[in-house]
T-cell receptor, first 111, second 114 residues
């Protein structure tokens, strides 16, 4: 079955710096990919859904890149601020079934 | 739209007791998913329903865990004879049910088994 590896497990950056998180997956049939943010004590908040091969999506304060050739999904928090401090999870959807989550990255942004 | 509602938010049980967790999906969503989150195992899929029918329970421990969706407005996860290793945050998510649709998560129920 699909396996998703997420790196790094922890990331500490200063305000204004970038924070880069990468997920690699194994199943070439995986089709849709998601990034979720989880603030302490809160539930999972959807950041972005991507599906096209080799796509760069820009959200508010972050960029997502999907490279299906390399089976790699990445999230870049650009100009991080303390409000970005949270756990981030990538997730893979193989077709309307359960999401397979990465192991998570805890990001800490210091002023 | 109130989002996915889960009750209770916190539940403490003694070892061997039963725990029932409730989930109310977003109105109009036809798919409901249950996940479990722990520090050690991360986010694990348990089971899901589509149009109230059980579709995949491959993540459910075969003993003591059961899930139902008696109507389109709620689903329950029941754990019989709870054990300390069942302590986790149990998350419910719903989605419109179309392929590759986003799943929207509830706040979770933190279960502590003493």
């Amino acid at each position: 079955g699909e396996q998703v590896e997420q790196r790094p497990p922890h990331l500490s950056v200063r305000e204004g710096d970038s924070a880069f998180i990468t997920c690699t997956y194994t199943d070439p049939n995986s089709y849709y990919f998601f990034w979720y943010k989880q603030e302490p004590g809160a539930s999972l908040q959807l950041l972005m859904k991507v599906f096209s091969s080799t796509e760069i999506n820009e959200g508010q304060g972050f960029t997502v890149l999907l490279n299906k050739k390399d089976k790699r999904l990445s999230l870049n928090l650009t100009a991080a601020h303390p409000g970005d401090s949270a756990a981030y999870f990538c997730a893979v959807d193989q077709g309307g079934r359960a999401l397979i989550f990465g192991t998570g990255t805890t990001v800490s942004v210091s002023p | 739209n109130a989002g996915v509602i889960q009750t209770p938010r916190h539940k403490v049980t003694g070892k061997g007791q039963e725990a029932t967790l409730w989930c109310e999906p977003i109105s109009g969503h036809s798919a409901v998913f249950w996940y479990r989150q722990t520090i050690v195992q991360g986010l694990e899929f348990l089971t899901y329903f589509r149009n109230q029918a059980p579709i995949d329970d491959s993540g459910m421990p075969k003993e003591r865990f059961s899930a139902q969706m008696p109507n389109q407005s709620h689903s329950t996860l029941k754990i019989q004879s709870t054990q300390p290793q069942d302590s986790a945050v149990y998350l419910c998510a719903s989605s419109p049910g179309t392929d590759y649709a986003e799943q929207f998560f509830g706040p979770g129920t933190r279960l502590t088994v003493l």
